[in-house]
């Protein structure tokens, strides 16, 4: 079968689409993830949201909103605690990850019968995505690349230098809790695609690549939007043909296009060098 | 005498549960060229975080006679991600974004402002370049920018002379010298052995503040104040010496080593 036969599939337009939506909302958050050295924050908050899909389960609610609860509940936890400074931010992240996945083990063990898409929820299934599933992702996204539109310089601003924002009068606190709600957000609605387990590349891979480019925080954000597609777009072909799992495969799309890109770079580095800098 | 543009009134702030700083009083008048000195971890980030309104007293009152945002601010080098994938332009356009003021200007007009100051700095050719990419001597001119670009009424630096060389300390001086004539400037310093023969007045912080209002201090006064701390300057002035003295707070093991 050819590339354009399977578009005649409504699932495979589902998960293109899926792809588009996710490599745009992933590609700005991810950036201000990544800038920020949130990385690890957001590991916490991925894995915490499991607990919500283990309690959906028992009560037999939509996972995706209880994992959405939690999500948002540990990312403005750890985003209020750390201001306090009442714990250390990387051991409550710690706390986060591990109760989550408890709750969710505990949970899902608690519940009758065979859960038949949890295997979906940690690694990831972007071709079965339902019309539901896509326009929950068109409206984040949506807000997203607003949010990211419009508040382009302010993001970049408090991410540089919160102190120094806040001299200037900018409301820095609200920037931050808008800011952690969306990365929390993207991240419940990334799990479709790549897993609990595999999400967080979704939204460090494609910025590490751009930044072997440029340290420009605006071409960051559109070179990841750019290189996350194209990466969703090899993975999702590559799985079809080879009948291999997406998300894994997307995951490891990103990491060659990421290993390409070195190469790359290293080659224009060797045959230009430039300038020492003083 | 000029009018006090910040006042503060028997301030007592605390960082982390542990009392730094206690019954401080000090003002900054339009002229003042104040430089700030005292031991690490007397207190004198916590007095400019005070100034700038990042950290409330836990007792007595700061007046601002000023908009918060008047006060322009060069933090600590140390304070930044020098990773962080950001230009120059970028950081400086950063002084200009009062409020969400920057949203409402036009580009042309803060374009051709950040430009500006960037050649009054003397980087205006890095505008481009991550952070990343600069010198010690370029990152403080680049913060600097960034700090005046709003021609802010006080200027508040903290330690802006750590990783520069003699040559760019010098100039720095020089443009804060020229500053100074339209801005309160306040400059900390813990090496005050080359802290610059331009400023006018003294402040010895070590959990409470002396205030000298000459950049001369007599071993008479030193005695009393108890701050310590030595003073040298560099270059064609003559050299003032501040000798090891001591706060009254502070318990009398920790001079005489």
């Known amino acids: 079968m050819d590339l354009i036969g399977l578009f005649e599939y409504e699932f495979f337009r589902n998960a293109f689409s899926a792809a588009f939506l996710m490599s745009v909302s992933c590609g700005l958050v991810g950036t201000y993830i990544v800038a920020r050295r949130m990385v690890f924050i957001s590991g916490g908050i991925t894995h915490a949201s499991f607990g919500g899909v283990g309690i959906s389960y028992y009560f037999g609610w939509a996972p995706m909103g209880g994992a959405a609860v939690f999500a948002l509940i540990a990312a403005i936890t750890t985003e209020h605690l750390t201001r306090k400074k009442l714990i250390r931010n990387d051991s409550l992240i710690a706390v986060m990850w591990s109760l989550g996945m408890a709750i969710g083990i505990i949970f899902i063990y608690l519940t009758p019968g065979y859960s038949p898409n949890l295997m979906s929820f940690l690694f990831g299934s972007i071709i079965t995505v339902t019309l539901t599933d896509l326009a929950l992702m068109l409206a984040l996204t949506l807000v997203v690349a607003l949010v990211f539109t419009i508040f382009y310089r302010i993001i970049l601003f408090v991410s540089f230098d919160e102190q120094f924002a806040r001299t200037r009068g900018i409301p820095v606190m609200l920037v931050n809790y808008m800011l952690i709600i969306l990365v929390a957000l993207t991240i419940v609605l990334s799990i479709r695609v790549a897993g609990i387990i595999l999400v967080l590349s979704l939204l460090t891979i494609p910025q590490n690549t751009a930044n072997l480019f440029t340290s420009n925080f605006g071409r960051i954000l559109v070179w990841s939007v750019i290189i996350g597609f194209i990466g969703a777009l090899i993975g999702l072909f590559t799985s079809y043909y080879l009948n291999i799992p997406s998300g894994a495969t997307i995951i490891f799309s990103l990491v060659i296009l990421y290993l390409v890109a070195r190469g790359v770079r290293t080659l224009i580095r060797s045959r230009n060098p430039e300038p020492a800098i003083q | ?257």
Not at chain 2, 49 to 64: A, E, H, Q, V
Not at chain 2, 86 to 105: A, D, H, P
Not at chain 2, 203 to 227: D, G, M, T, W
């Open chain 2, 1 to 257: 005498m000029s009018e006090a543009l910040v006042k503060l009134d028997k301030v007592s702030a605390s960082y982390s549960g542990k009392t730094v700083l206690s019954d401080v009083s000090l003002e900054i008048r339009p002229d003042d060229f104040m430089g700030v000195i005292g031991p690490n971890g007397g207190g004198k980030t916590t007095l400019l975080r005070l100034i700038l309104g990042l950290l409330k007293p836990d007792s007595g009152t700061i007046t601002r006679y000023i908009g918060k945002n008047d006060i322009g601010y060069l933090p600590q080098v140390s304070h930044f991600d020098e990773h962080f994938p950001i230009t120059v332009y970028n950081v400086v356009l950063s002084g200009l974004s009062e409020g969400m003021g920057l949203q409402r200007m036009k580009k042309s007009e803060y374009r051709r402002r950040v430009e500006d100051i960037l050649v009054s700095v003397g980087v205006a050719d890095l505008q481009h370049r991550p952070i990343g990419e600069l010198s010690g001597g370029e990152l403080q001119r680049t913060m600097l920018a960034r700090a005046i670009i709003a021609s802010p009424k006080v200027l508040i630096l903290d330690e802006p002379n750590t990783y520069v060389d003699n040559r760019f300390e010098q100039e720095l001086y020089r443009i804060l010298a020229e500053l100074n004539k339209q801005m309160a400037i306040m400059l900390v310093s813990h090496d005050v052995g080359t802290i610059s023969p331009w400023i006018k007045s003294i402040a010895c912080v070590n959990r409470s503040l002396h205030f000298h209002p000459s950049n001369q201090i007599s071993n008479e006064q030193l005695k009393v104040y108890n701050c310590p701390i030595e003073l040298v300057t560099h270059g064609p002035v003559p050299h003032r010496v501040i000798q090891d003295h001591q706060h009254d707070n502070e318990s009398s093991t920790s001079m005489n080593q």
